[in-house]
T-cell receptor, first 113, second 113 residues
Framework: DAGVIQSPRHEVTEMGQEVTLRCKPISGHNSLFWYRQTMMRGLELLIYFNNNVPIDDSGMPEDRFSAKMPNASFSTLKIQPSEPRDSAVYFC???????????FGEGSWLTVV | GENVEQHPSTLSVQEGDSAVIKCTYSDSASNYFPWYKQELGKGPQLIIDIRSNVGEKKDQRIAVTLNKTAKHFSLHITETQPEDSAVYFCAASDGGSQGNLIFGKGTKLSVKP
């Protein structure tokens, strides 16, 4: 299996622009997670889905952030408008669910200038 | 909700020595405790995990111990090698969720040749 696939791997954008991060989970996994990693706050859960349904979005910083999972093999995390404080590494992860291991992608490195 | 504390935040050892990283958790309903290794520029990778019905688990040079009564678990790396240098994260399952993990802040391990 190719693992969790994220794109883009790196993005530099100007403040105010829309950013869309994409994720393809491992086939057969029914839970999908979006995490943000910064030096100051470590790994933070933003939102997670179970069977394509958002279960907990309490970690989403504010209304500028939105996430969708239109089908079992694709999810997006959108930031609109982006701000410099959104600069971080965003990880997508997936799991078979039911308290099993979470597998991470390689991350999307976002810089907002 | 679950809270995970991890210590130390940085650890430097000489090649061949042992390294120990400790974590505590707060939710007695947590039953799954994985450890991840994150190398520079990559996503966290699972290295070992333990469930609450087991007190210790070993995999070659890596071992994890769990004390449910005290709500703490530890990672032990023996005969450390320079390639063990990375950031290590502990995590605990969120007892009230459908498979989410709560992560510690990470330990940066440096193994000096």
């Amino acid at each position: 299996d190719a693992g969790v696939i994220q794109s883009p791997r790196h993005e530099v954008t100007e403040m105010g622009q829309e950013v869309t991060l994409r994720c393809k989970p491992i086939s057969g996994h029914n839970s999908l997670f979006w995490y943000r990693q910064t030096m100051m706050r470590g790994l933070e859960l933003l939102i997670y889905f179970n069977n394509n349904v958002p279960i907990d979005d309490s970690g989403m910083p504010e209304d500028r952030f939105s996430a969708k999972m239109p089908n079992a093999s694709f999810s997006t995390l959108k930031i609109q408008p982006s701000e410099p404080r959104d600069s971080a590494v965003y990880f997508c992860a997936s799991s078979p669910g039911g308290g099993n291991t979470i597998y991470f992608g390689e991350g999307s490195w976002l810089t907002v200038v | 909700g679950e809270n995970v504390e991890q210590h130390p935040s940085t650890l430097s050892v000489q090649e061949g020595d042992s390294a120990v990283i400790k974590c505590t958790y707060s939710d007695s309903a947590s039953n799954y405790f994985p450890w991840y290794k994150q190398e520079l520029g990559k996503g966290p990778q699972l290295i070992i995990d333990i469930r609450s019905n087991v007190g210790e688990k070993k995999d070659q040079r890596i071992a994890v111990t769990l004390n449910k009564t005290a709500k703490h678990f530890s990672l032990h790396i023996t005969e450390t090698q320079p390639e063990d240098s990375a950031v290590y994260f502990c995590a605990a399952s969120d007892g009230g969720s459908q498979g989410n993990l709560i992560f510690g802040k990470g330990t940066k391990l440096s193994v000096k040749p």
